[in-house]
């Protein structure tokens, strides 16, 4: 009787234990559910970026179609050519050597390329070339303006930075002092005390240009020596006057304190030295051309 009990509560234990398995396997049968795609929100996302496709390449293709009429059109065709800061250059010149020529279309012209070309001519230090829409292009160069000529076996112009820039020739004019004691190939290498020497020489020029009695149309010649010294020559009586290396500007101060008295006899001079502290030594006789004459 006992095992027959025993038995039926063994029974009844694995009955329960089926039921809960079974409704284990059917939560998760729940739960492992798939939802049903929203089908209509896809597709509206769909149509929105096809939408926003085609409109951009709407607008790359009607953006590049007008480009094209633009540049097939005469509205944007040189018409004009206007040129500003030639002084030895004609305005002919300079638009002749820009190669820019009436007809063209203006956004077909390289500008950096232009002003190069514009640049390659020796009197020109830079050009700037611009569109004035709509159909005008402006050239405006910078040219370099002489203060000297140097001779270095030919005959150069020396510009206000003290750059060699132009070989002369017979058009060009020769009313400027020279500059002798140079050597070419060291001033082609850039020397660093020739590069000195001639913004020194600059300077001085500068100077004598502002001066009211010793003025720089009474120089002729300046002359740079072996050891660096600087001495002028006027341009009457071809006179030296030895400045040295340095402190030009007070040096040439006490020469314009007497020089009203020494301009009419610069004939008879041979040299003036101002290399003397606070003095102006002035040698009179000249044996060599006394001999001479």
């Known amino acids: 009787m006992q095992d027959w009990i025993n038995k039926k509560a063994e029974a009844m234990r694995d009955l329960k234990k089926t039921q809960k398995t079974k409704r284990k396997v ?3 049968r729940k739960k492992g559910q798939k939802k049903s795609l929203p089908l209509r ?13 085609f409109s951009g390449a709407l607008m790359v293709v009607g953006s590049f179609l007008v480009v094209q009429l633009l540049l097939a059109s005469d509205m944007f065709r040189v018409d004009q050519v206007s040129v500003a800061g030639g002084a030895h250059l004609s305005d002919e010149q300079i638009i002749a050597l820009s190669d820019v020529q009436t007809g063209l279309n203006t956004f077909e012209l390289d500008l950096d390329l232009i002003g190069n070309k514009i640049a390659e001519n020796p009197w020109v230090r830079t050009a700037q070339v611009q569109r004035v829409f709509p159909r ?10 002489p203060v000297a000529i140097i001779n270095l076996g030919y005959l150069y112009y ?15 004019s020769l009313d ?27 300077a001085l020029l500068q100077d004598l240009k502002e001066r009211e009695q010793f003025k720089l149309e009474q120089i002729s010649e300046i002359n740079r020596a072996a050891n660096g010294r600087l001495v002028l020559f006027t341009l009457d009586g071809g006179v030296k006057i030895r400045l040295g290396h340095d402190g030009f500007g007070k040096k040439l101060d006490r020469l314009e304190q007497i020089y009203a008295e020494l301009k009419p006899r610069l004939s008879i001079l041979d040299y003036i030295d101002l290399n003397v502290d606070e003095k102006v030594i002035v040698r009179i006789e000249r044996p060599t051309r006394a001999a001479k004459g």
């Open 26 to 28: 059917r939560q998760n």
């Open 41 to 53: 929100k896809i597709l509206h996302r769909a149509l929105r970026v096809g939408v926003v496709v």
């Open 136 to 145: 005008q292009i402006d050239i405006r160069i910078e040219e370099r303006k």
């Open 158 to 172: 020396l510009d206000e930075q003290g750059e060699v820039f132009k070989v002369l020739d017979a058009d060009d």
């Open 176 to 202: 400027y002092p020279v500059v002798t004691g140079f050597d070419y190939q060291k001033i082609k290498q850039c020397d660093s005390s020739c590069v000195d020497d001639l913004e020194r020489i600059v």
